[in-house]
């Protein structure tokens, strides 16, 4: 073998025997350990995954095993944990409780926003809401884009969150996403997509216009980090063991439905209590059974110690309603205690959906602005139309109480005309507080118009002083400086 090894090493000089290979495997491995941060939660062992929820995880952004992690357990989640598909649903019920609205005065600009959001592969109408509550559920999204050179015409597509491979930002600006890394099938180049930005380039064609291949968005990540997480990365196993005390609690219940028959046979010996089973099965529903008093027969149940079920699974529903800030009866607790705790809790979940709602309705506008920026760029609408600009009306999440506010509004109309009796306040004030009163009804009120009318008026004690006059000299009553 040394033969063969030197003749080896002067045919190839830079040839390396197995230790030799060995202890540059090492060396690079050390190396890597030294570049990880602190936080990167090296597993030297290969022990297997810690629980993405546990508190080792303290790094800023998740590792790409974490992140795949994290993704798998949400598909895993919706697939087989009915609170969780509930809660997710539930947001997309309340978001988007009516259709979105794409409004421009423009009627060129309108025909592109309605042609691109009723394109069959957009489908934004239908497409929008569920792609927002996926965004919930994995924190992140990837949209490639194609564009018809033509006409400007844009077409959305969708990557699986789970083929983001990286997310490149700006060294300079880390807010700031440039690329998207998405993984390819095996043998074959991962792709780069340039991030949807705006073109500050003032020599380009494309200036102030969004350009790009896609668009990416994301959810509950820190500044400094643009991976997002999903909105139930905390609740993963405490949704799931939930529901798993739950489910056994049921399969103990069947058996605490469940009795045997315990019979006392005085005096008798083995093979004659065996002989006795033998002649006498087990009675049937209904039947008759006869026996001296050397039998005694006594059904026997299980005591599964199974009574503080309720408070448990109360105590854990509670947690998890708590965590996403929606009051438990809106998972199918009732009666008029949890219906009074669901109107004082309701201000809470209101705000939280209103927030998201405001984050879906950028991104909304994102959208639709690139694909009003397309059709300028390929010549389909001049610039100045697309100046006129478009508005993003989204549905109202919570609905008013109208029986209430319509039984309050005598009260407040006395109120406020007290106060300006009393000059507490001015009759504008009073007039622009009843009109925000009134909007609470649907109903929208100019109170500067109606300030400006009545201003048009003559003042109330000049109107009854014309009118005193006119009753004097009509003979219906007296008149100034006459006598009674």
Request: a negative charge; glycine letters at 6%.
């Amino acid at each position: 073998m040394r033969v063969r090894e030197r003749i080896a090493r002067f045919i190839a000089p830079g040839l390396r025997n197995d230790e030799e290979i060995r202890a540059l495997v090492a060396d690079e491995i050390a190396r890597a350990k030294m570049a990880l941060p602190m936080t990167a939660n090296y597993d030297p062992k290969g022990e297997g995954y810690h629980p993405a929820s546990g508190a080792v995880s303290q790094r800023r952004n998740l590792t790409y095993i974490d992140q795949f992690r994290m993704f798998e357990i949400a598909y895993f989640m919706w697939e087989t944990s009915a609170m969780f598909r509930r809660l997710a649903v539930m947001d997309r019920s309340f978001i988007f409780a009516d259709p979105v609205v794409v409004k421009s005065d423009d009627p060129d600009v309108q025909d592109i926003l309605d042609r691109f959001r009723e394109d069959p592969e957009n489908r934004l109408d239908t497409d929008f809401p569920n792609h927002a509550m996926w965004l919930s559920i994995l924190g992140e999204q990837c949209w490639p884009v194609t564009v018809n050179p033509y006409n400007g015409a844009v077409r959305l597509a969708y990557v699986d969150p789970t083929n983001i491979r990286e997310v490149y930002v700006n060294s300079l600006n880390i807010k700031q996403v440039l690329q998207v890394e998405v993984q390819e099938s095996a043998g074959r180049t991962n792709r780069l997509y340039n991030a949807i930005h705006k073109d500050y380039n003032i020599s380009s064609k494309t200036y102030d216009r969004l350009v790009g291949d896609c668009l990416y968005f994301s959810i509950n990540h820190p500044p400094n980090q643009p991976r997002g997480r999903s909105d139930y990365l905390t609740l993963f196993d405490w949704i799931d063991a939930l529901e798993r005390y739950g489910f056994n609690y049921l399969e103990r219940a069947e058996f605490m439905l469940n009795f045997v028959w315990d019979v006392s046979l005085k005096g008798m010996n083995a093979d004659q209590i065996r002989e006795w089973m033998r002649d006498n099965p087990p009675p049937q529903p209904g039947s008759m059974r006869a026996h001296n008093e050397n039998v005694e027969w006594n059904a026997v149940a299980p005591d599964l110690k199974a009574t503080d079920f309720t408070s448990g699974f109360d105590m854990g529903k509670g947690f998890v309603m708590g965590a996403v800030g929606r009051p438990d009866s809106w998972f199918g607790s009732g009666g008029k205690a949890y219906q009074t705790e669901a109107e004082l809790f309701g201000q809470v979940p209101m705000r939280d959906l209103d927030l998201r709602q405001r984050e879906l309705k950028y991104n909304l506008m994102l959208i639709n602005q690139f694909a009003l920026d397309q059709a300028v760029i390929a010549g389909r609408i001049s610039p100045a139309k697309a100046e006129t600009g478009f508005e993003v009306q989204m549905p109202e999440i919570a609905k008013k109480d109208v029986t209430k506010l319509a039984a309050a509004l005598p009260q407040i109309q006395m109120a406020l005309s007290g106060a300006t009796a009393d000059k507490w306040i001015t009759r504008d004030t009073a007039t622009w507080m009843f009109a925000y009163i009134c909007s609470y009804l649907g109903y929208e009120i100019d109170a500067q118009a109606q300030i400006d009318e009545a201003a048009k008026a003559p003042p109330d004690d000049e109107t009854d002083y014309e009118a005193m006059l006119n009753a004097g000299a009509g003979g219906q009553g007296p008149g100034i400086g006459d006598e009674e």
